[in-house]
């Protein structure tokens, strides 16, 4: 549901000629960030399994904190972001 939302609010800050090319690069780089975060939890959990004696669930504990975090830098850095009000002639 909150990439409606972010293509809607990237749509508004390109002209209407540009808007295909802004929602497909949102589109493409949603697909990139899914892909890394992916990767980077699968390395958490494989690297951090049996460490201290400690059993798989540390490394998915750690993998869940990353992503986690992740998520709470991404909606800190989108708070920032500047409101931008729809076009009612388009």
């Known amino acids: 549901p909150f990439f409606f939302t972010l293509s809607a609010h990237c749509r508004g800050f390109v002209e209407d000629s540009r808007a ?7 589109s493409m780089m949603g ?17 951090l399994q ?8 540390f490394g998915y504990r750690m993998a869940f ?11 800190a850095v989108y708070l920032t972001a500047q409101d931008v009000k729809p076009n009612p002639a388009t």
Request: proline content about 2%; aromatic content about 12%.
């Open 20 to 26: 295909g090319r802004a929602i497909t690069f949102v």
């Open 31 to 47: 697909i990139a960030t899914i892909f890394a975060l992916q990767w980077f939890t699968g390395l958490i959990v494989e690297t």
């Open 50 to 57: 049996g460490v201290d004696g400690e059993g798989p669930e």
């Open 65 to 75: 904190a990353s992503v986690a975090a992740f998520l709470g830098l991404a909606g």
